[in-house]
């Protein structure tokens, strides 16, 4: 039996997620397989990140992108917590906030 993750059929998505204060969520799906990208942009209309689980579990993937946790809008657990409750298992990258931000240009 092969491991997990290891030449097996396990997914090669690497997601993505950020949210701000408005409730949108953006989300960027690359396939490490064919090198190809999805982005989203919704609102999360509820509090139990509905959509956004939605997409984690069609995704399948096997890390996770997200911005340090910070207190979410009107009660919201946030994208970093919504991944520490829900997906344990899955390898959890924090990067600073100023990494998703697509207006600074590069040096």
């Known amino acids: 039996m092969e491991e997990e993750g290891v030449g097996g059929d396990h997914s090669s998505f690497v997601i993505g997620l950020i949210e701000n204060r408005a409730k949108e969520v953006g989300m960027a799906a690359f ?17 139990t990140y509905q959509n956004t ?11 996770i992108i997200v911005p340090p946790v910070k207190l979410a809008p009107d009660g919201m657990v946030g994208v970093s917590e919504l991944v520490d409750k829900h997906y344990p298992s899955n390898k959890k990258i924090t990067v600073s906030r100023g990494c998703f931000d697509d207006t600074k240009v590069g040096d």
């Open 31 to 47: 396939d490490l397989r064919s090198a190809s990208l999805h982005l989203s942009q919704y609102i999360e209309t509820s509090c």
């Open 53 to 63: 689980k939605t997409l984690l579990f069609f995704y399948d993937p096997m890390a």
